[in-house]
């Protein structure tokens, strides 16, 4: 796994230390790539997967992080970020408001 830079996780944190696998499942999670654009980022704030998946182990660890939380939906595995992995990522305040994170 390679290291992303230091990225504060607020205004007033020290730097959380995210690789580039966990970036990228936050990226997804959020809608926040090159797909759409930046206003639009944090429209979803959603991951279903399931236990045997490779992600899941990955996004177990970015819970006990702070950076998602999981809950059970339809007998399936759901990750939502928390405002802590989306500031880990680069969201600004509206960014924010459009996941329902502000």
């Not at 730097?15 to 944090?42: F, N, V």
Request: charged share 25%.
């Amino acid at each position: 796994m390679s290291v992303n830079k230091l990225l504060p996780t607020s205004l007033n944190d020290k730097p959380l230390l995210i690789d580039d696998e966990q970036k990228r499942l936050l990226q997804h999670m959020l809608g926040a790539d090159s797909r759409y654009k930046k206003k639009q980022w944090g429209f979803r704030n959603l991951f279903v997967t399931s236990p045997c998946c490779n992600n899941f182990q990955i996004l177990k660890l970015m819970e006990r992080l702070g950076l998602v939380v999981s809950h059970i939906r339809f007998d399936k595995p759901v990750f939502l970020a928390t405002k802590k992995g989306a500031i880990a990522i680069g969201f600004k305040p509206y960014q924010l408001k459009n996941a329902g994170l502000n």
